[in-house]
Nanobody
């Protein structure tokens, strides 16, 4: 069974940095896209950043220039380096994999979420 386990969330002051990690485990053969989404209080979940197996990245306009997504295919792990954090970045951050091929077939998966809180 595929599982996504996130780590690295926490509380930081505005201008600070955090690094999120998400490791996918199970009988995984390949992952097309790995990404991060977030849900702020009272808002819908939104895309933060994605990275393909070929290292093509995509970012929300609100985080461009401040966040960097990367992945380690050998470890089935995706990272999100978050710099110059702002209070509006406060949210629960969710890891996502799209087009994951495992012993169970193809599927899309979500992590349990990790809280990021930025204080002013």
């Amino acid at each position: 069974q595929v599982q996504l386990v996130e780590s690295g969330g926490g509380s930081v002051q505005a201008g600070g940095s955090l690094r999120l990690s998400c490791a996918a485990s199970g009988s995984i053969f390949s992952i097309n896209v790995m990404g991060w989404y977030r849900r702020a209080p009272g808002k819908q979940r939104e895309l933060v950043a994605t990275v393909t197996s070929g290292d093509i990245t995509n970012y929300a306009d609100t985080v461009k220039g401040r966040f960097t997504i990367s992945r380690d295919n050998a470890k089935n792990t995706v990272y999100l380096q978050m710099n110059s954090l702002k209070p509006e970045d406060t949210a629960v951050y969710y890891c996502n994999t799209a087009g994951l091929r495992s012993a169970a077939g193809w599927g899309n998966y979500w992590g349990q979420g990790t809280q990021v809180t930025v204080s002013s």
